[in-house]
């Protein structure tokens, strides 16, 4: 069975700082990565996802995430935090013969002025 | 290019009562796929559609059906509220298995 785990439920960074937001999922087979953003009463946007090549993937607004098997992590970067960062962020994975989208539980990304 | 479009935004529904939601997939797009969203949880699948049939299933009780329509979109209707499924309703378009669109919910209060 598929799974993804945010092991922080809320992280603050002051604005300028680099950002993490931690993912790490366990699937069968080969794993579709995704991170979506969802702000106050929206749905979720697109940042970026990993299905397969360079570890390293770079998505919008200056995101990225590093693929990393061997600890089967999938963690979300950003150099330099925007007070416009603060939102919901959904790591979220797709099962190699699946068709859905399984979400983790969220981490709610504060950057302070 | 219009993404994918959701309606109504909001409805207060009465505990028992059904429900329709509507969606419009995002133009080129061929499948639908509908996800709840309870308060502080991350989005869980209900299901699927894909030409017109419904291709997988989550784990929702025979009260979560939907319908997809020659256009590509799509309805979710949910039986005999209860107050427990005052959620979020996202519904997310996709062509293929990689690229997938949500759109912005339905925000569904069962009192």
């Known amino acids: 069975a598929q799974s993804v785990a945010q092991p922080e439920d809320q992280v603050n960074v002051a604005e300028g700082n680099p950002l993490t937001v931690k993912c790490t999922y366990s699937?069968?087979?080969?794993?579709?990565l995704f991170w979506y953003v969802q702000y106050p009463n929206r749905g979720l946007q697109f940042l970026l996802k990993?299905?397969?090549?360079?570890?390293l993937v770079k998505g919008s607004y200056g995101f990225e995430a590093e693929f990393n098997k061997s600890q089967t992590s999938f963690h979300l970067k950003k150099p330099s935090a925007l007070v416009s960062d603060s939102a919901l962020y959904f790591c979220?994975?797709?099962?190699?013969?699946?068709?859905?989208?399984?979400f983790g539980t969220g981490t709610r990304l504060t950057v302070i002025p | 290019d219009a993404g994918v479009t959701q309606s109504p935004t909001h409805l207060i529904k009465t505990r028992g009562q059904q429900v329709t939601l509507r969606c419009s997939p995002k133009?080129?797009?061929?499948?639908v796929s509908w996800y709840q969203q309870a308060l502080g949880q991350g989005p869980q699948f209900i299901f699927q559609?894909?030409?017109?049939?419904?291709?997988q299933r989550g784990n929702f009780p025979d009260r979560f059906s939907g319908h997809q329509f020659p256009n590509y979109s799509s309805e979710l209707n949910v039986n005999a509220l209860l107050l427990g499924d005052s959620a979020l309703y996202l519904c997310?378009?996709?062509?293929?298995?990689?690229?997938?669109?949500f759109g912005s919910g339905t925000r569904l209060t069962v009192v």
């Open positions: 699937v069968s087979g080969n794993p579709y």
């Open positions: 979220a994975v797709r099962e190699t013969g699946a068709n859905n989208l399984f």
């Open positions: 559609y894909y030409e017109e049939e419904e291709r």
């Open positions: 133009s080129g797009h061929d499948t």
């Open positions: 997310a378009s996709s062509l293929g298995p990689t690229g997938y669109t």
């Open positions: 990993y299905i397969t090549g360079d570890n």
